[in-house]
């Protein structure tokens, strides 16, 4: 699916006044599970198959291996079993070992519609984050990935952390602006350190109107941190203005899955046998 008909349908269920609502997939069965359950956006990137992996999220930022081969080797497994539904690739936009443009190129190739930025430094802070910067491995490349994508015409995506980033993703062409709360809570490997719920609506909300002052056809999903479930989601755009949707990773495969195995595996063991 190319990049005019995947907003064609985004900003279609918007005006119907239905949410967007995007997912990770970290395996082939999650993203036929979410399509079957109606999913708007699919996105396949490193930490899908660590979360799946039963590790941490943050593991796709650590050195565990090479994000951007890992989500070329994700998509062989995923785009053949994805019938209907836009998929994006987690690109990440500091590697330095890529010819950037080169490889978004093979992104386009490889039946990708479009591209978010992950993983990203975005979610490293302190002096770590400083010396990134400091050493040509900063957030601004992120920024320059995703503009270079949009020239590409692909469908962009991108995590933003505050209303600086969110201005400056906005005039590089993004199409569908992320705000991203933090790792997402819940679930045996979630995070117990976040915001609340009214601090997501309050940097959400100064995110949103700070990127639609550049583009005001810009779409703005939440997603992250404690909002985790169907009820968090639906208090934090029942509390904003302009917000059209969520999207969900470790929401959307990791914590049904957890839940779900568990309940099946506690009913089997209900069954009982004659004598």
Do not use: W
């Not at 490193?46 to 039963?54: L, T």
């Not at 936009?93 to 992104?107: A, E, Q, S, Y």
């Not at 790792?183 to 719920?197: N, P, V």
């Amino acid at each position: 699916m190319d990049r005019t008909r995947a907003l064609e349908r985004l900003r279609s269920t918007v005006a119907a006044g239905r949410p967007i609502i995007g997912g990770g997939a970290g395996t082939g069965i999650s993203a036929k599970s979410a399509e079957a359950g109606g999913i708007d956006l699919l996105i396949i990137y490193n930490s899908g198959r660590y979360r799946m992996a039963g590790r941490g999220s943050l593991a796709g930022l650590l050195a565990y291996g090479d994000a951007n081969a890992i989500v070329m080797e994700m998509a062989d497994e995923v785009l053949p079993v994805v019938k209907d539904t836009p998929v994006l690739a987690g690109v990440n936009g500091t590697d330095p070992f890529r010819v950037m443009g080169r490889f978004l190129d093979d992104v386009k190739r490889a039946g990708f519609t479009g591209v978010q930025n992950f993983p990203t430094v975005g979610l490293i802070d302190g002096v770590f984050r400083q010396n990134l910067e400091e050493t040509g491995m900063g957030f601004d490349l992120e920024v320059e990935m995703i503009a270079a994508a949009h020239e590409r015409d692909l469908l962009t995506s991108p995590y933003v952390f505050d209303v600086e980033q969110a201005v400056a993703m906005a005039e590089a062409g993004a199409d569908v602006l992320v705000p991203h709360m933090g790792l997402t809570t819940k679930g045996s490997i979630g995070a117990s350190t976040a915001l609340t719920l009214d601090e997501c609506v309050d940097r959400i909300q100064q995110m949103r109107d700070a990127a639609v002052k550049v583009n005001p056809d810009i779409l703005v999903l939440c997603h992250g941190g404690p909002i985790a479930e169907p009820t968090d989601a639906q208090y934090v755009l029942a509390r904003t203005t302009g917000v059209v949707g969520f999207f969900g990773a470790s929401s959307i495969e990791r914590l049904p899955t957890e839940v779900a195995i568990r309940q099946q595996t506690e009913a089997f063991k209900a069954v009982t046998f004659g004598d």
